[in-house]
């Protein structure tokens, strides 16, 4: 689910190709798109409150052999929403779920790189401030 979230539209539509899908998905609930309220917290760790609503757009569909898939994500993309729940619902098959996950590959690689390249250009402003000495004569 979490890789779905994080794929692009066109990268949901490239596994949903490469994986196959039986027959043309159920639409239990059509990808409708609404609002959600974020919170947050003080500090982290202290008193909730409510940071402001974010746009969120959410499917669930059934295939003809009965598993259901949903899929949540931020946006209004109606057609990721429901590739995102079928290939949720095709994951759901034991026999489909190694090649679905060999299907979103891709996004994990392009996910860690995304994340490694970020963690570099934060480290190349970390500042370390260590005193080589005190100077309390």
Sequence with gaps: MALCGAARAEELRDALAEVGTPGEPEDLRPP???????????????????????????????????????AYHLGRDRAKARLAATLD????????????????????????AEREAEARRIAA???NFFTMARGED
């Design 125 to 127: 402003t970390r500042v």
């Design 32 to 70: 409708e798109t609404g609002l959600v309220m974020t919170r947050g917290r003080i500090g982290g760790d202290g008193r909730p409150f409510n940071l402001g609503e974010a746009t969120v757009t959410r499917a669930a569909v059934r295939l003809a052999s009965g598993e259901t898939g949903f």
């Design 89 to 112: 619902a095709l994951w759901q098959r034991p026999e489909l779920r190694a090649p679905v996950e060999a299907a979103l590959a891709p996004v994990a690689a392009r996910r860690t």
